[in-house]
């Protein structure tokens, strides 16, 4: 039986609501973008479309909310043949995906344990030194609770957290690593999405503002140094290169803060690097919180 659908009367002109005699979902499951929509191909089909704000699968019901600058009566003819040519031609509302993994990696900072997930978990970059500076990041208050835990970082795939001084990672890995999969499984929102655009970030570099040695100092950074450190579980953000005394300032995020070989790494690593790159413009490098 292949699917038709039929519009519906509806009071909210901005609403499409097709019904259907096939049932399209077992409950109602709602979209405002495709980030959540991994699942469903129907939906994420749809916000292909440039004027679509929302989707709501009910059931036998799908309920289409548009943008203002066009109206549902010069569309919705082509919309409900596009939904129905893509299930008819073998398209499928919903799909099972590989299942979720977590698993812990330990890093050169004993205090510190990666935990490594098998799919994207934010946008960019997250620090949270505690729980009220994690107010818009659900995983990161959620683990707060934890109170042998005392800061997270988070970045792309894995979230490196760093346990109190007075407790061992021994008795509590397994545990995180636990609840971390659950968290994530359970399609719990990671973080707020507002809050997980690069152009909003405290702690970003203005490019333009600086000067060319700052520059070449800042791509040598993300280029050359970032990915081993991520690797690690931590980060490495440039801060400031003072032109009289050739002191190049960075932050250590992540695993790399505080870490018993952070010395180490920023003189005998990042530090020669920057001096072979850039000979005579270099003299050493200091981390602001290392």
Known sequence: MKYKFEILDNEDKNTLVLSSDKEIYTKRVSFSDDSAAEQFPLVKQLFFLPFIKSVVLDKHL??????????????????????????????????????????????PNPSVIKFVANKKLVNVAHEFKDSKSASYCNIAKALFNHDFISEIYIDFNFISITISKEYKWENHIMEIREYILSFVRDGNEIINPKFDIEDIKVDKIDFNKLDDISKEIAKLIDDQIKPAVASDGGNILFQSY?????????ILQGACSGCPSSTYTLKNGIETM?????PG??????????
């Open 62 to 107: 799908i309920l289409i909310e548009k943008l203002d600058f066009l109206e549902w009566k010069d569309v919705q003819e082509e919309v409900v043949e596009q939904i129905e040519n893509f299930l008819n031609g073998g398209g499928v509302i919903f799909q099972i995906i590989n299942p979720i993994t977590i698993y812990a990696e330990n890093t």
């Open 242 to 250: 003072d032109s009289d005394s050739l002191e190049v300032k960075v």
């Open 274 to 278: 920057l001096k072979d790159y850039l």
């Open 281 to 290: 413009k270099i003299s050493n490098v200091v981390a602001i919180n290392g």
